[in-house]
């Protein structure tokens, strides 16, 4: 961090703390929701509130998902807290354990696209997110453990959403995003890798 971010390790502290605090109480996660709008770019922390269940790991056929496999393809699978991936040409299939959306509230569903892949992405709070919380550092540098962004991550073409890493090994297959999709390090490693800007993703 800069100099000019005196203070952002105190107020790191108080984030984290804040966001444990937030997901003890159901009526403040559904005020959350509410307030987000969507805006989902930053998982939260797990607590013993959070439902345990590891990732239910079936193998799919892409067709039912997608009418071809230009620029590859990645699958969100909610219900099974797993991510999907088929190459172009049919060679490459991977299949991935993901952490998904604390809420239905919380999980958008459908067709979008990877639009960057960004090395130490930084991590920024959504306006709603410091309107609620103000204490919240307005900036966390990529590379910063205390980044929930990881090393890697996807952009996609819906705003604040991300597939990415979790320094947080404890969030992989359990509800505990407030909407992107994470993967423990060495498989967005792999994964940013096999895919392009372009490259089809479907959240089902």
Not at 59 to 78: E, H, K, M, V
Not at 175 to 185: A, E, H, V
Request: proline fraction near 6%; include cysteine.
């Amino acid at each position: 961090m800069t100099k000019d971010n005196k203070g952002t390790g105190v107020n790191r502290r108080r984030f984290l703390a804040g966001t444990a605090a937030v997901l003890g109480s159901s009526v403040a996660t559904g005020a959350m929701a509410q307030t987000m709008n969507n805006s989902t770019e930053m998982e939260t922390a797990v607590t013993s509130n959070i439902r345990r269940n590891i990732s239910s790991f079936r193998t799919l056929d892409w067709q039912p998902y997608f009418s071809s496999l230009r620029n590859g393809a990645i699958l969100c699978d909610i219900q099974s807290r797993a991510l999907h991936f088929w190459s172009e040409d049919q060679s490459v299939y991977r299949l991935y354990p993901s952490s998904v959306p604390l809420t239905d509230d919380l999980t958008r569903l459908g067709e979008t696209e990877v639009t960057q892949k960004v090395v130490n992405p930084p991590w920024r709070p959504t306006p709603s997110m410091r309107q609620r919380n103000p204490e919240w550092p307005e900036f966390v540098a990529g590379g910063d453990p205390m980044n929930p962004l990881g090393p890697l991550a996807l952009y996609l073409s819906w705003q604040f959403y991300r597939i990415h890493g979790t320094h947080d090994t404890r969030k992989i297959g359990r509800r505990s995003s407030n909407g992107c999709i994470g993967l423990y390090n060495e498989h967005i490693t792999e994964l940013f890798d096999l895919v392009k800007v372009g490259t089809q993703v479907r959240l089902i």
